[in-house]
């Protein structure tokens, strides 16, 4: 049995359970940065690779390409177990990497392997259900029999929905959410969130730039503060810190900054194990912070915009926007 984890959290802790079968991760981030269509293999290695190496600290490119190479290599694998069992929550970062799985399947012929999913949203007795990898070893083996062989249906809407996670045009995503997603349950939720981070309509932000901005109005706050408390607006979160520090300095390392950031030099990455305590560091706001908060100011008018969400690359002015209000995908044509 071979069983498939995003993340090295759920993963380490299965290993610990009484499940039996090989455990290896299949975690590329791709709710993060860009995921271009219609790319070759290598390319598609050399752009997220690049992308990848550019939010670490000492990873370079090379590096990265080959992590996510063995991870390929090691599911590709597969045929040489009875079973695969596919092991994901319902939010973006596993919804999004369950869809590219769902798509890579259908195009493999499986011989006499069964694929399985294994895919939740709650758990008993916890509240706020933050992911797989805050289970225990025996959670998460009280959880294995839940598992159901993928079906047809399953495998059709996962390569429906990759290839308009990856179209130039969000209008893809829209269309799909727009249809029937029954068949992964959590998916359609995980594309509206996915699709609010392209540029609000009303002041340019996408919503996480919006938590953040909201969260450090408050008070000068650590970055620990700030994770924390944008975590808590979010229903189920999908980031991890390297990712919360990228939009950060995003927001603030630039001519026209929406935040200040003080501290010893860039906010510690993962792989950065001499980081100073991320106590170090103060996060402010902008006046001009402040103005596109209270919509008096566009976000994008003012600094501009050179961004991938899934497919699509958002440039000096972003054809596509969220209206909030509306809860859809529009183009916003320049005037």
């Not at 190496?53 to 000492?58: D, G, I, L, T, Y």
């Not at 399947?105 to 949203?121: D, E, K, P």
């Amino acid at each position: 049995m071979l069983h498939v984890h995003c993340g090295d959290s759920s993963a380490e802790q299965l290993r610990k359970s009484e499940v039996a079968g090989d455990v290896i991760v299949w975690g590329d981030p791709v709710c993060d940065g860009p995921t271009p269509a219609h790319l070759t293999p290598h390319a598609w290695l050399e752009v997220r690779a690049a992308y990848l190496a550019a939010q670490s600290a000492h990873l370079t490119a090379d590096k990265v390409s080959a992590h996510l190479s063995a991870q390929d290599v090691a599911l590709a694998q597969f045929s040489a177990h009875d079973e695969v069992v596919l092991w994901y929550d319902a939010c973006l970062f596993d919804q999004s990497i369950l869809i590219r799985a769902l798509d890579w399947f259908a195009q493999h012929a499986l011989g006499a392997t069964r694929v399985s999913l294994l895919c939740i949203g709650e758990f008993p007795g916890r509240s706020r259900f933050l992911g797989l990898g805050e289970l225990n070893p025996a959670e998460l083996a009280a959880l294995f029999p839940q598992r159901h062989t993928v079906t047809d249906e399953e495998l059709a809407l996962g390569q429906r929905a990759w290839a308009a996670y990856c179209a130039p045009d969000p209008t893809a995503v829209q269309q799909l959410i727009d249809d029937d997603t029954s068949a992964l349950p959590y998916l359609r939720e995980a594309l509206i969130r996915h699709l609010q981070q392209l540029p609000d309509r009303r002041d340019g932000l996408n919503r996480l730039e919006r938590e953040i901005l909201y969260v450090v109005r408050v008070a000068h706050a650590d970055p620990a503060t700030i994770f924390t408390e944008v975590s808590a607006t979010e229903a189920r979160p999908f980031f991890g810190d390297t990712m919360l520090w990228h939009v950060i300095e995003e927001m603030a390392c630039v001519p026209t900054p929406l935040l200040t950031l003080i501290g010893p030099g860039p906010l510690p990455r993962f792989d950065d194990s001499s980081s100073s305590a991320l106590s170090a560091w103060t996060v402010g706001i902008t006046a001009l912070g402040s103005a596109v908060l209270a919509g008096q100011a566009d976000a994008v008018h003012r600094r501009g915009i050179d961004r991938w969400v899934g497919g699509v690359h958002l440039g000096t002015y972003p054809t596509w926007r969220w209206d909030e209000e509306a809860g859809r995908v529009v183009r916003v044509d320049k005037s």
